[in-house]
């Protein structure tokens, strides 16, 4: 693991769930529309944590089957828990080195996840070698660089403000490759020359202070990560700072914009 990914922790689901899967629901909502995926086919979601868009994916798009592939183990069985589907079934796993058949499945979905990737290339060229001829390969990653994830952006301007050695650890700086020309670029050098990008929008309302600083507190994902990494006193001072930034008790709102990507995968 480099140093800068040292906070990426991805176990607890319901940690998760807090942070983050409440908003990757809704963008995942948003991703499908745009999508407009066929129906009755067979899907992966690639990366699945802890189901958001595995669920969504069985609400909205009828789907003959799903697989849900994650490396945490945790958020599998948190993934297991709360699909009651018999369309779905999810296994641990790295995008890296899949362990499904050439050709054998229809649309390829991946939500948030290829950022945290360390072989991004190896993964797209793993997600061409499981989707059929004629499928659909499709991903999302929040506009980290264009400040586009505002609740994140928030939370990295304060840390850095008492302690700049935080610069390194936010998303903006480690993931410059998140904007519509740098996929286009990673996709190319994975052997996809011509993508579709579109950015996709939602809104994160926090209805109070606390709502938005409690889950930096739970420890999943990199800045909670961090969060939870600070002695006592540092912490109080970084939620003291973070809510003057904001505004104080809320509620307050965010954008929160991710680019997506899809491309028919050449006959
Ligand atoms: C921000 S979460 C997104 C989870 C889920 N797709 C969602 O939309 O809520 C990032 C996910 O990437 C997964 N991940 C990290 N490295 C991975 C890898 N090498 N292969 C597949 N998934 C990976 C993590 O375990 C985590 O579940």
Redo the contacts with the bound molecule.
């Keep these: 693991m480099s140093t800068t990914a040292r906070h990426?922790a991805?176990a607890a689901g319901e940690a998760?769930e807090r942070y983050?899967?409440r908003w990757?629901?809704l963008?995942?909502a948003r991703f499908l529309d745009w999508l407009a995926a066929p129906s009755g086919t067979a899907w992966l979601?690639?990366?699945?944590?802890?189901?958001?868009?595995t669920q969504t994916i069985l609400a909205r798009c009828n789907p003959r089957s799903i697989i849900g592939?994650?490396?945490?183990e945790g958020?599998v069985a948190h993934a297991r828990a709360t699909t009651s589907d018999d369309r779905a079934r999810f296994e641990v796993?790295?995008?890296?080195k899949l362990t499904l058949a050439d050709a054998s499945v229809d649309v390829a979905a991946?939500?948030?996840?290829l950022n945290?990737?360390?072989?991004r290339v190896a993964?797209l060229r793993e997600l061409q070698r499981v989707v059929r001829p004629g499928g659909l390969l499709s991903f999302y990653v929040w506009d980290y660089p264009g400040g586009g994830m505002g609740f994140m952006t928030a939370f990295w301007k304060a840390a850095i403000a008492l302690d700049p050695n935080a610069a390194e650890l936010g998303e903006g700086g480690r993931f410059p490759f998140c904007t519509p020309e740098g996929l286009a670029a990673l996709c190319a050098e994975s052997g996809l020359p011509s993508v579709t990008v579109a950015p996709i929008e939602i809104e994160t309302r926090f209805p109070s202070f606390e709502d938005l600083w409690l889950p930096f507190t739970l420890g999943a994902?990199p800045a909670p990560g961090y969060c939870v990494s600070l002695p006592a006193d540092k912490r109080a001072a970084l939620k003291e700072r973070l809510k003057r930034q904001v505004g104080g008790d809320g509620p307050v709102s965010f954008v929160a914009r991710a680019w997506a990507v899809s491309v028919i995968r050449d006959q």
């Design positions: 990426d991805w998760y983050m899967g990757s629901r963008v995942a979601d690639l990366g699945c944590g802890t189901g958001a868009l592939i994650d490396p945490s958020f796993g790295d995008a890296q991946s939500a948030l996840v945290f990737v360390p072989d993964a994902g």
